[in-house]
Each structure stands twice: as C-alpha cells, then as structure tokens.
C-alpha cells in the first residue's frame, strides 16, 4: 500500500529498476528513495548527467521552507559552465507539469525542489499506517552482503553501562547507559544482530575488601533485600576502617615504633591476601562473590528494565581468566610490545609509535611487580575473548572521554598484537561530563536513587496544574514515567561530547524541548484519536486528497523525513539527530491543530485527518521508543 500510488503517476519508474540503479535505495520502506529516484531522472534528462551521479548528491534541507531538496549544482563538477546559469537553465526547463514537484525554485548555484503535497499524503499516510511499528526501521542496513540476505546479518556488540558492584552509579554510567542503549536499539532497528553487553567493575582488591567486611559486619537479610545498598554500605565502613588504620600505622612510624606485625595484619594485607585467593580461583571465596555479584545483577534488571533495557550479557572484570592473561603476557613479551622493568610488565608506545602518537599513549604498566593484572590488562583479553565469541563485525564501547587514553591504548596493543581486523572493528564512542548532578538526599548513589527523585519532582510539577492532575490515573506511574523521559531527554539534547549541566526545574518542564514535551505531544496524538472514535475501516477508507491545507502538507513532509533521519543518525550516532527531529515533527503537528480539527469537523475531513495524525503518532510513537522512551498514551 502507499508506494503503488506513485507508481501509477510516474510511468516507468518501477520499484525494482530503481534498487537496481541504487542500491542504498529501498522506495518500498523509504518514499523519499522514490521522489531521489524521479528527480534523479528528471534532472538527468535535462542536463544529460547520468542520474547515477545525481541521485547521491541530491541532499536534505535544514527546513521546510527550503524546500524538501536541495541540489548543489557545483557538486555535480560539471566543466566550463557557471553553476548558477545552469541551476536558472534547469530550473526553467523543469517541467511544469510533473507529478511529484512544483517548479524548482534557485538562489545562486542551487536548486530547491518542494515536493506537492497531494500525491505524497495519498502515498505517505497508508504507508506509515500499514507499516506502524516497522516505519523508519531498515532491514537492509545490516546485511552482510545486501544483494544476497540468505548471508544473514552482521553483529555488532554494543558495551554500555558497566557499573562497578559496591560503587555509586555516577553520572558517567547513567549517560553511558542512555546512549548505549539507543546505540542499540539503532542498530537493531537497522537490521543488525545485535549484542548488548554489560561488563561490570566487580574485580580487584577492593572487591577482596568487601568481602572482608562482609565477613565482619554482612547481613544476610540486608543483602537479600537490597544487595545494592547493603554491599554499598559495607564498602563504605570497611574503607573508611582502612584509611583510620593507615593513618593509625603511619603515625606510630613516625613515632619510631616498629609497625611491620601491624602492617601484616592489616585490612590493606587481609584484602590483598583475599584477592589472591579469588585470582586463584579458590573456590569458597569465590562462591560468597558469586553470591553477592548473582544478587547485584539482579538488582541492576529491575532498574534498567525501568528503562527498556535488557542485556544479553552480563560480563565483568571477574570474568576474565588468569590463564588468558598469564598468556597474553606471554604473547606480548614474544611481539616485543611489553617489556619487563623491575618486576612489572610494561608497554612503552613511545617506542611502538614514531611521533606524537607514540607521545600521546605514553608508558603504561599492564602486570604489577606481584603479578596482579590491571584494569587494561583485563580489557586486552575480554576484548579477544568477545571476538572468540561472537565474531562481531562491529563493537562499540561506550565509555566516558575521560577513559579516550585507556581505549586507544587497549585498540593500539590488538593492533600490535596482530589483530589489527579485529581492532579496526573496534570503536569507542565517548561523551562529556555532566555538571552538578546531585539528588536532594546527597550525592548521587545509584541509578534507582537518580531516577526517584526525577519522579519525586516530576510528581510536584503536575500537581501545580490540579485540574489536569486529577485526571490522571495513576500519577505516581506516570510521574516515574515522565521522570525518566526527562532525563534521558536532557542527557541526549545535545552531541554526545558536550558536557551539560543537570537541571532538574529545566527538564521536567513542560515547555520547550523537554521530555515532557514530547510525552504531550505524543498523549495529545492519542487522546484525539480516543476521541475521534473512528474505525480501522474509516481510516483505511478517509479520501486523503481532501487534506489540502498547507498545515497537513507540511506535517506530511515532516514524517516522509523519518526513515532518511534514522539513515543519517546511523552516521552521526548522536541520539539529538533524532531527537531534533521529532521536536521539529511535533511543532509541525502542533502548530496544525487550529487550523486541522479532528472532532467537531464533517465526517469525511474527520477521517482525513484522524489518518494524517494517527500516521503522526505512530512517528512520533518508533521515535521516541528508538530512544529508549516509553510513550505514554494518557495523563
Ligand atoms: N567500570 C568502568 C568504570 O566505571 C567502565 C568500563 C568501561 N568498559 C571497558 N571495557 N573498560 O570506569
């Protein structure tokens, strides 16, 4: 349905001969392929450029009032003619009576090409009607090889999150949770098989600490309940046992007095000696942190199913083998990459790299004097155990900027190690700091603490409308609900790298380009349609031509957009390329409804219209859940 109907208006224009000339192009998920592919002919058969070299140059503009393309006359490299008077030639000989554009409009060597709103409404609406959910997904994206899908799809590992177990969740795993699970959701709607792994902080001496302290004061009752919390609490008190005593055994030094029995017993020793047992896998303390990262992980679901995620895997620092990485020292000493200085094992990238490269890597230590692995080390084998596993054609680690050394580092010893395939599969995606983020009870904890007091605040701003706020049925779901998507609107607002800072009265406003915004937007959408009342059959039979006003033609042109957005944001991999557009959508949804009413209109211009703004919803709707938003139908 939809795309027949510019079929029949352009004769010879068929679905498979333009995938054919274009291979990116796919009419029958995307219209806007459809009208590139007819301007392409069209312009080709003015100007004698081979439609080939048209089509790819043929861009977006930045509003509608530019047009729905633009053409850059010089980008075409045309010899020994001015692109000016070639854009006025052409645009004079553009025919007047072509189906699918109005007369090109030019300045200077570029030509604008609005798109006539009648035939694009008569094709649009049941398209995204009849496509729902599927509308702005591309399977095709992923493909190993897109003329031959029985080769099946291509994966990509996306690492996001990554907590560390008995630490606070700041700031920088909240947006690394946000951005990597949009990541995701973006590849997956393009067609990928996608892995979403959660490689949590849960090993090191600290961790042998923790069990210490659990062994002292642990409670098993607390740690059923809330294992976050209490293994938090637990490592607070232990740590601060532990600077009292250093700072104890340092005075008596001082003092003279002989310290090294004290020194042997000390939380410090003890929880290095408890480490060493977990790195030899002894099988008691290993047990107990099975226990506590089983009971974790548990914990960490409930939460981020509160945001649509769920991972395929839960893997962790814990999780790397010693064998694998006694091997991969190994492997490093044979390549020359490592070197051994005074019992540590080191990488020196001023030596590996010639320049500022080598300079900007610097020195770093991958096995401590006694043998103990780092955080790096244990990245270069997870790295190539992942590979072992899943093969990936991509994989993506989003992590904040302040780890960019540590991923170049890690990318640089695969490389150096010979995988350089493998490394060059691998990407960081980083982003900036977020600034003053506190929860009114204090410093931020944990996610759950995060998103609480978003809701609690939430909650105050609908009360001050207590009209509409004893409307809705469940406010404290709903205040969660609108909580969440505030943030997660704030966090992906600008690009990645930018820092921002948290403002609570700014993000859960109503007004400008919030959250909740966009859940009004997106509620309004649906509370018309409960209104309207209409049946499937009244929207599949609504005479579509009647919606003639320049309102419904512009909302249209919005939503034609959707699927070239989605395409582009794959090569900006900023949510805001996502989340500018559907602002820009809902202003143009919002800015009709004077002029565009549903309930109240004659029978005919009703169902016309409940078609073109059900389509808006169900936009709105893929939007907002590419996101990681869930879309709320009342309030
Ligand atoms: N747990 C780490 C931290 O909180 C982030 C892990 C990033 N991923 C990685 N493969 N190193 O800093």
């Given at each position: 349905t939809g795309i027949d109907q510019l079929t029949t208006l352009v004769n010879g224009l068929s679905l498979d001969s333009i995938t054919e000339k274009h291979?990116?192009?796919?009419p029958e998920i995307n219209p806007l392929d459809f009208y590139r592919a007819h301007l392409s002919n069209v312009l080709a058969g003015i100007s004698g450029v081979d439609s080939q070299i048209i089509f790819p140059v043929i861009n977006w503009t930045t509003g509608l009032d530019k047009g729905d393309f633009v053409l850059a006359?010089?980008?075409?490299?045309?010899?020994?003619?001015k692109p000016d008077a070639l854009a006025t030639k052409w645009a004079e000989e553009f025919?007047?009576?072509d189906p699918l554009f109005d007369k090109p409009t030019t300045s200077g060597p570029f030509m604008s090409f609005f798109l006539k709103g009648g035939p694009l409404s008569n094709s649009l609406i049941p398209m995204i009607r009849n496509l729902g959910?599927?509308?702005?997904?591309?399977?095709?994206?992923?493909?190993?090889?897109p003329k031959d899908p029985k080769q099946g799809k291509k994966r990509i590992v996306v690492e996001f999150s990554s907590p560390n177990v008995a630490k606070p969740f700041h700031a920088g795993h909240l947006r690394s949770t946000i951005i990597g699970s949009f990541l995701a959701n973006l590849y997956e709607g393009s067609g990928w098989d996608v892995v979403r792994i959660n490689y949590l902080?849960?090993?090191?001496k600290q961790y042998g600490l923790l069990a210490l302290a659990y062994e002292k004061y642990g409670n098993e009752e607390a740690l059923q309940k809330d294992p976050i919390d209490h293994l938090f609490k637990l490592y607070v008190q232990i740590n601060s046992e532990m600077t009292a005593e250093k700072e104890s055994i340092e005075a008596q030094k001082k003092e003279g007095k002989d310290v090294t029995e004290l020194e042997a017993n000390s939380l410090d020793e003890q929880a290095r000696r408890y480490f060493k047992r977990m790195t030899d896998r002894d099988e008691d303390v290993l047990k107990q942190w099975k226990i506590f990262r089983d009971l974790s992980i548990k914990r960490y679901k409930e939460t981020y199913s509160r945001l649509n995620i769920a991972f395929d895997k839960y893997s962790?620092?814990?999780?790397?083998?010693e064998d694998a990485m006694a091997k991969i020292a190994v492997e490093m000493e044979e390549k020359n990459i490592s070197r051994v200085d005074n019992g540590a094992t080191l990488v020196d990238f001023t030596k590996l790299l010639p320049g500022k490269e080598g300079k900007r890597l610097g020195v770093t230590v991958?096995?401590?004097?006694?043998g103990t692995a780092l955080y790096l080390t244990r990245d270069i084998c997870e790295l190539l155990a992942r590979y072992e596993e899943y093969k990936f054609d991509h994989m993506i680690y989003v992590v904040a900027s302040a780890q960019d050394l540590h991923l170049k580092q890690l990318f640089e010893i695969i490389g150096q190690l010979g995988y350089k395939d493998i490394a060059n599969r691998c990407q960081h995606i980083n982003f900036g700091l977020v600034l003053g983020m506190s929860t009114r009870k204090g410093t931020v904890k944990f996610l759950d603490d995060i998103l609480r007091d978003c809701a609690d605040h939430m909650h105050e701003t609908m009360k001050k409308n207590q009209d509409k706020y004893a409307q809705v049925e469940n406010p404290i779901a709903t205040a969660d609900i609108l909580g969440i998507s505030s943030v997660m609107v704030q966090d992906m607002?600008?690009?990645?790298?930018n820092n921002y800072t948290f403002n609570m009265e700014a993000m859960t406003s109503?007004?400008?380009?919030t959250g909740p915004y966009l859940q009004y937007a997106h509620s309004r959408l649906c509370s018309i349609k409960r209104r309207a009342n209409l049946t499937e059959e009244d929207l599949l039979s609504?005479?579509?031509?009647?919606?003639?006003e320049q309102h419904a033609t512009n909302v249209v042109r919005m939503l034609s957009q959707w699927p070239d957005t989605v395409q582009n944001t794959l090569k900006t991999l900023e949510p805001t390329t996502v989340l500018t557009y559907l602002f820009k959508m809902s202003h143009a949804v919002s800015s009709s409804y004077d002029h565009l009413?549903?309930?109240?209109?004659?029978k005919e211009l009703m169902k016309a219209r409940m078609a073109l703004y059900d389509a808006a919803r169900i936009v709105l709707s893929n939007g907002m859940k590419l996101l990681g938003l869930t879309p709320l139908e009342r309030y």
């Open positions: 291979p990116q192009a796919h006359v010089p980008a075409l490299r045309i010899k020994g003619q025919p007047t009576e959910e599927e509308y702005g997904r591309n399977r095709f994206n992923g493909l190993k090889d902080g849960d090993w090191g962790g620092e814990s999780q790397v083998s991958i096995r401590k004097r006694d607002s600008g690009k990645r790298i109503f007004e400008g380009d609504a005479d579509l031509s009647l919606l003639t009413q549903v309930v109240g209109s004659e």
